[in-house]
């Protein structure tokens, strides 16, 4: 059963501190999505790869947030450094670019104190 | 840019149908979909509609789509407890990006 998995599921931190969230894609897949939920914002995206390469990370903020695709089996999105305002659960999702379908992994949800 | 609304709660009775409503601004949206989230669960697709179809029908589900109105329906027959979860209405953007709603509660009750 395919799946895209997510670690860590959870993370309690400090603020100041970095945080790196990791995903790894279904096999095959060759986008893979960031988004980040919130209550107040809902669901937003924040980062796009298509073969790797990042296609769109305009959701994201620069200055803190970065994004990569080391290798085709993993996904990276590192905080440095956190803030309470990053608290959320954050989702990575992959698909077919050349398919309809994302398939979203069980996300980890973020705490910032 | 894109903006997709949705109603925030829904409350039916177990066995009573359940409309999930969404209207959305792009009209140039090739695909819309529904998901479903459970508490503590990433989103799961349930079905997803072509934007030159109106009406999709699967199992208990059925989409319809009024895209003069640009206005997107899920329709639940049968609703039971088991439903209960948290419904995404989201359109392609570019590069299959999603665009979402702030998602709709459904509660079923006895």
């Known amino acids: 059963d395919a799946r895209v998995t997510q670690t860590p599921r959870d993370k309690v931190t400090e603020m100041g501190q970095e945080v790196t969230m990791r995903c790894q894609p279904i096999?095959?897949?060759?986008?893979v999505f960031w988004y980040r939920q919130t209550m107040m914002q809902g669901l937003e995206l924040l980062a796009y790869?298509?073969?790797?390469?990042?296609?769109?990370d305009s959701g994201m903020p620069k200055d803190r947030f970065s994004a990569e695709m080391p290798d085709a089996t993993l996904a990276t999105l590192k905080i440095q450094p956190s803030e309470p305002r990053d608290s959320a659960v954050y989702f990575c999702?992959?698909?077919?670019?050349?398919?309809?379908?994302?398939?979203f992994g069980p996300g980890t949800r973020l705490t910032v104190l | 840019g894109e903006d997709v609304e949705q109603s925030l709660f829904l409350s039916v009775r177990e066995g009573d149908s359940s409309v999930i409503n969404c209207t959305y601004t792009d009209s140039s949206s090739t695909y819309l979909y529904w998901y479903k989230q459970e508490p503590g669960a990433g989103l799961q697709l349930l079905t997803y509609i072509f934007s030159n179809m109106d009406m999709k029908q699967d199992q208990r589900l059925t989409v319809l789509l009024n895209k003069k109105d640009k206005h997107l329906s899920l329709r639940i027959a049968d609703t039971q407890t088991g439903d209960s979860a948290i419904y995404f209405c989201?359109?392609?953007?570019?590069?299959?990006?999603?665009?979402f709603g702030a998602g709709t509660r459904l509660a079923v009750h006895p």
């Open positions: 999702a992959s698909g077919l670019a050349s398919g309809v379908e994302q398939f």
């Open positions: 790869f298509r073969n790797r390469a990042p296609l769109d």
């Open positions: 096999l095959g897949h060759n986008t």
């Open positions: 989201a359109v392609s953007g570019g590069y299959n990006k999603l665009i």
